[in-house]
């Protein structure tokens, strides 16, 4: 079956400092894959996307996401957190067409000053 | 920025009483999608709609889940007799073709009392 993994519920990481959120998929083929973020009481903005070709995704807000066929993963990474970075981000994925988007369970992202 | 719109933002409603949560999607996109998210949990996906059909469905969108494009800017959900646990954010998204990026609405909140 079709699966998105997000191995971390929560992470606290401090101001200023790096950001990786981990994203695993189990899928027949080489999905879609997506990291969406989610403040309270918001709707699900999309940060980056991956299709094919380069395997590092830039996005929005200065993230990125590096796909890495051989661990089927696609973490999402951000060089220096804002308090403003503080949200649910979900990863996810389809097989195309117009499947739907298998999301993770997300991630619940804490920063302290 | 287009943008998806949801309305209502916050609906209660009665046991067994049939609602209708009601999204415009960005104009010139082709394929529908809404999505459930019951508090605390994952998003998941629910339905899928192009070219006036149902393209896929997910094992949550029983007959008591029906969608429709009733002229050229609405996407409606019906959920014909409301349960308890139909209680949760429901978000529409659409996307102007197959295998693209979604962008997804602010959400429609269903309390089911």
């Known amino acids: 079956a079709q699966s998105v993994t997000q191995p971390d519920i929560h992470i606290t990481v401090s101001e200023g400092a790096s950001l990786e959120l981990r994203c695993n998929y189990s899928y027949g083929a080489t999905p879609y894959l997506f990291w969406y973020v989610q403040s309270p009481g918001q709707g699900l903005q999309l940060l980056l996307k991956?299709?094919?070709?380069?395997?590092l995704v830039q996005g929005i807000k200065g993230f990125e996401a590096e796909f890495k066929r051989s661990q089927s993963s696609f973490n999402l990474r951000k060089p220096s957190v804002h308090w403003s970075d503080a949200a649910e981000y979900f990863c996810a994925a389809s097989g195309g067409g117009a499947d739907g988007l298998t999301f993770g369970k997300g991630t619940h992202l804490i920063i302290q000053p | 920025e287009p943008e998806v719109t949801q309305t209502p933002s916050h609906q209660v409603t009665q046991m067994g009483q049939e609602v209708i949560l009601r999204c415009v999607p960005i104009?010139?996109?082709?394929?529908f999608y809404w999505y459930r998210q019951i508090l605390g949990q994952k998003v998941e996906f629910l339905v899928s709609f192009y070219n006036n059909e149902i393209s896929e469905k997910s094992e949550i969108f029983d007959d008591q889940f029906s969608v429709e494009r009733p002229d050229g800017s609405n996407f409606t959900l019906k959920i014909r007799s409301t349960k308890l646990e139909d209680s949760a954010m429901y978000f529409c998204?659409?996307?102007?073709?197959?295998?693209?990026?979604?962008?997804f609405g602010s959400g429609t909140r269903l309390t089911v009392v």
């Open positions: 104009s010139n996109h082709l394929y």
């Open positions: 998204a659409s996307s102007p073709r197959a295998n693209y990026g979604y962008t």
């Open positions: 991956y299709f094919s070709g380069d395997t």
